[in-house]
Each structure stands twice: as structure tokens, then as C-alpha cells.
């Protein structure tokens, strides 16, 4: 079993930035790539950002390319998600995964957080 807690959410106005915090407790974190998703309302829940279990391997939404930066701390158990020059567009609920295996990949894990709301306002 992995607990996955999601922080950093809130409601920024257009261009600002937000940096989202995933702390992680169960299994060895390190044994996971890691994920972002998001779900805007009455929208699918779509992938925003891999990272492998090691960190030197990411993935990209077309959407968040250059402007999201996703890491990783293994040591502190936590996964980020750097969020630069936001759009109204941004606006969901941001989830983080645990993917399955090590590698980046868009297809989500078995293990959830919570979810952390993030507003931007034009």
C-alpha cells in the first residue's frame, strides 16, 4: 500500500506560478516513476507530467511543455510539480500517482492522492 498526500493548491491570477508537493508513505517511493494528472470539471482526468523512479527521465503534456517542470526528492519521499506562467486552462483538480514500473509512461498507477485544487483566474 502506498498514501499519497497532495499540497501546494490555491487560486492564482493568470501567468502566476504554484508549486504542487505529493509526499509519499507505504512502499519504497523509489520503486516508482511518479505522475500528475488533473480533472477540470465535467473533463476526463488527463496526464500532465512523469518523472522515473531515479529522476532523470521526464514526460510532458503538449499542453504544459515548458512551462511545468516535475521532480523528485527520494529521500524526502516527495514528488513536485512546478507550475510557471498558469492559464486559465490550468484550472483543475491535480492528482499524483504512483505509475506503474520505473519508467515514465502516461498511463496511470494503482495508488491516488486526494487531490489538490488549483484556481487561476484570468
Known amino acids: 500500500q502506498v498514501q499519497l498526500v497532495e499540497s501546494g493548491g490555491g487560486l492564482v491570477q493568470a501567468g502566476g506560478s504554484l508549486r504542487l508537493s505529493c509526499a509519499a508513505s507505504?512502499?519504497?517511493?523509489?520503486?516508482?516513476?511518479m505522475g500528475w494528472f488533473r480533472q477540470a470539471p465535467g473533463k476526463e482526468r488527463e496526464f500532465v507530467a512523469a518523472?522515473?523512479?531515479?529522476?532523470?527521465?521526464?514526460r510532458y503534456a503538449d499542453s504544459v511543455k515548458g512551462r511545468f517542470t516535475i521532480s523528485r526528492d527520494n529521500a524526502k519521499n516527495t514528488v513536485y510539480l512546478q507550475m510557471n506562467s498558469l492559464k486559465p486552462e490550468d484550472t483543475a483538480v491535480y492528482y499524483c500517482?504512483?505509475?506503474?514500473?520505473?519508467?515514465?509512461?502516461?498511463?496511470?498507477?494503482?495508488?491516488w492522492g486526494q487531490g489538490t485544487q488549483v484556481t487561476v483566474s484570468s
Open positions: 500517482n504512483t505509475l506503474p514500473g520505473v519508467s515514465v509512461t502516461t498511463t496511470p498507477g494503482d495508488y
Open positions: 507505504g512502499r519504497t517511493f523509489s520503486s516508482y516513476a
Open positions: 518523472i522515473n523512479w531515479g529522476g532523470g527521465s521526464t
